[in-house]
């Protein structure tokens, strides 16, 4: 684009730093066809809070309700409105609508309104209409009933549309959705919007996951299939999701400690789970984090009391006694319990895998970066360590210690035996 800026005056210019017409990409634009659906399947990156704010803008002017789903509170209102691609960046002061917190709801000028709403809570969602709806992170949402309540509401105005901004994911929402013969699929890449992306973002985030399946997905925006190599598998874990836990008898907080903080660390893993009478077990939350030793014992105990849990269970093969001092510091006294790994990450999972190839395990809701690693973790070839993952294995091996024991004495026998049979041979 070449504009001689220099002949504009203040006002022009003003006007031009906000005409999306001109700054958006091909793929970033509005499709013209008739559509119900318009998923957008981008690579980390690509712009795509910035298309949904900007079609929320531009649907307002003709609709009076275009309301707003997160995937958390939090991402609704730091990402979608206050974000500095979100809803009040990219308006104008005239057209910027008065953000209610309180009310959770967006007033614009001409008097349209956007009710706010997150995935978490899907309840809310319940009897509620939409013209026009920008459903951001899709495939994060905890709760896939959410969609479902989503799109009932779909029915105000001669024309009601939904505008999905998501990294893909092959979850059965992802997947129901792009076959809908009422949907229009836009795909991009991080790579699309490579010129208004930090150098460092490129040096360091790229050279990690280019050429790896999460890049493939997080960078090139693909639906991948499972890892056939992986522990876990996809269709494993939706077909025993639930979506509430039955009472409990035991619960766990499981930390994988990361052991530096700066903006290249490792996570800190942090995953809560219980065990019900029925010896099943349930994953409850995943909180992990890049925080300081400080932050993340904070959250852990956080977490302890919210779920009042029996125990806190950490790796403490790097960071030794000082886990559990910052334990300590901020609750003296919750129940800890230090666990040191002997074995490397696949022997440690794969009681744990069994246990979900048994129907034992299930997750309350949804956790796509948790499962993300999961379903990625190759025993073989994997080189990045899948904290969340061990975090999880942590806390499961905690609530089963007798079958976890059983199956690797088992595990060894047979290895034993295969071992003697070749020397045999």
């Not at 992306?197 to 499972?226: C, H, M, V, W």
């Amino acid at each position: 684009m070449n504009l001689d800026l220099s002949t504009l005056n203040d006002a022009e210019a003003y006007a031009l730093l906000y005409d999306w017409d001109i700054w958006a990409r091909h793929n970033q634009k509005t499709p013209p066809n008739d559509w119900t659906y318009w998923l957008i399947l981008a690579g980390r990156g690509f712009g795509k809070t910035r298309t949904g704010a900007e079609w929320v803008r531009q649907s307002v002017k003709t609709s009076k309700y275009v309301n707003l789903i997160g995937a958390t509170a939090d991402d609704a209102r730091d990402i979608m409105i206050e974000g500095e691609s979100g809803i009040l960046a990219v308006c104008p002061y005239d057209e910027r609508p008065e953000y209610k917190k309180s009310e959770r709801k967006l007033v614009w000028p001409n008097g349209a309104t956007s009710l706010i709403f997150t995935a978490d809570e899907p309840e809310r969602l319940r009897g509620k209409q939409h013209e026009k709806l920008w459903c951001d992170e899709l495939a994060a949402w905890r709760y896939p009933e959410a969609w479902t309540q989503a799109k009932l509401g779909l029915r105000l105005g001669d024309k009601p549309q939904a505008c999905l901004t998501t990294t893909p994911r092959p979850t059965p929402i992802i997947k129901e959705i792009a076959s809908d013969s009422a949907t229009h699929i836009t795909k991009g890449t991080t790579y699309d919007n490579k010129a208004n992306l930090a150098p460092s973002f490129f040096g360091q985030i790229i050279k990690a996951y280019e050429g790896t399946r999460l890049g493939r997905q997080e960078l090139n925006a693909e639906i991948l299939d499972d890892n056939p190599n992986a522990l876990w598998n996809r269709t494993q874990i939706d077909h025993n999701r639930v979506s509430q836990a039955p009472d409990l008898v035991r619960i766990v907080v499981g930390i994988d400690p990361a052991v530096t903080s700066n903006k290249d660390s490792d996570l800190t893993g942090i995953v809560v789970a219980g065990v019900g009478s029925n010896q099943h077990g349930y994953v409850l939350d995943e909180k992990s984090t890049i925080a300081s030793p400080d932050e993340w014992a904070r959250l852990a105990v956080k977490l302890y009391h919210e779920y009042h849990a029996d125990r806190i269970v950490a790796e403490v093969n790097n960071g030794g006694d000082l886990v559990e001092m910052v334990i300590r510091t901020i609750d003296r006294n919750v129940s800890y319990k230090d666990v040191r790994a002997t074995r490397g990450k696949a022997r440690r999972a794969e009681p744990i895998a069994a246990l979900y190839e048994q129907g034992r395990i299930h997750h309350v809701g949804s956790f796509p970066q948790l499962e993300d690693e999961m379903c990625e973790f190759d025993p073989v070839t994997y080189t990045k360590s899948p904290d969340r993952m061990d975090a999880l294995v942590w806390a499961l091996t905690e609530l089963f210690p007798s079958l976890v024991k059983v199956q690797e004495e088992t595990k060894y026998v047979q290895e034993t035996v295969y071992q003697h049979a070749g020397w045999m041979n």
